[in-house]
């Protein structure tokens, strides 16, 4: 073989070995130090720990390959397979095309290992926009709800808060028509029993996704929700949009989702700031839509939850139908 050739093919091998090894280096330390929830959703990790494994095998298999074409002579010699085709097109490739191929992949690993690992904020509200009536906060599958969401024709509306221990499950049907999913209807009628609807983080895009499918019912009940303060120029001074950020399988579909929420003083509150907001339910109009509003009662500071700006559909809340 042309020395040349011989040598090219050689810094050709070791190249992708270091790029393969660093890679699988780079997300195992990821996945060890809980970093990879940065990226991908609690669901997604397990599958994430089994893709490192195949790409450090893979890793293993260009060592051995790279390893031989260095130490054995023959091995240059020898073609790879007898299929015809020309395995030395690419070493024979111009040296600017093989760097700019290369530097496709040596970029992302130089900013996983030089820049921090951060979550994002309330800037992503800013880029993204934020869903206030429930449309897309759970993606293709809520994508009927924008059309059945507040001041639907559809549903018998109750003139004031009521009593749901007074109501028959004939009564409880007429309110919650099925206008997307059955454990939407299930979920809403469990939320409407409750004194309190109490957003947790488990589902927290689905009991959100529900008020807002079913707002006028739950008009005047109780709410607590917490979330990151984020100040919409189109809102009124005395109101801001509490949120989080909703992921599906990774940090690239996080959907800002929240609520508009009204109380005495927000221009007081950051963005980003952290808080649980207790309220009464109410609606407003933002722009030519008709959102939920809470009613502020009580305020209170928080410290950022361990899920961080993130909450994540609860794939669990399907399977009960």
């Known amino acids: 073989m042309n020395p040349t050739l011989a040598r090219s093919r050689k810094l050709h091998a070791v190249v992708r070995t270091v790029i393969l090894f660093l890679f699988s280096y780079y997300i195992s330390m990821l996945v060890k130090g809980g970093d990879i929830e940065y990226y991908l959703a609690p669901r997604m990790v397990r599958y994430e720990k089994w893709a490192v494994i195949a790409l450090f095998a893979v890793s293993l298999v260009q060592l051995y390959e790279t390893l031989s074409l260095l130490f054995n002579e023959k091995k240059m010699e020898t073609p ?14 111009s040296p600017i095309k093989s760097t700019l191929i290369y530097v496709l992949f040596l970029i992302p690993l130089a900013a996983g290992f030089l820049l921090p690992n951060t979550e994002l904020g309330s800037a992503v509200f800013v880029q993204k926009g934020v869903q206030l009536t429930g449309s897309n906060i759970l993606g293709s599958t809520a994508s009927g709800l924008a059309a059945g969401s507040a001041g639907s024709a559809d549903a018998a509306v109750p003139a004031a808060p009521v009593d749901p221990a007074t109501l028959s499950q004939a009564d409880l049907n007429k309110l919650f028509p099925n206008k997307l999913m059955q454990v939407f209807v299930d979920h809403g009628i469990q939320l409407f029993k409750q004194p309190l609807i109490d957003v947790t983080e488990k589902q927290y895009m689905e009991t959100l996704a529900t008020v807002n499918l079913y707002l006028d019912n739950y008009i005047g009940k109780q709410i607590r929700i917490s979330g990151f303060v984020y100040h919409m120029d189109n809102l009124e001074p005395n109101q801001y949009v509490l949120g989080r950020l909703g992921v599906g399988c990774c940090a690239a579909d996080a959907i800002p989702v929240g ?41 209170e500071k928080i410290k950022k939850p361990q899920t961080g700006f993130y909450v994540y559909r609860d794939s669990g809340f399907y399977l009960a139908q």
């Open 80 to 93: 790879a397979c007898d299929c015809g085709h020309d395995h030395d097109h690419d070493e024979r490739q």
């Open 259 to 299: 609520v508009v929420v009204q109380g005495a003083e927000p221009m007081k509150l950051g963005n980003d700031s952290w808080l649980s907001v207790t309220g009464t339910i109410a609606q407003t109009k933002v722009g030519n839509q008709n959102v939920l509003l809470i009613n502020a009662a009580e305020t």
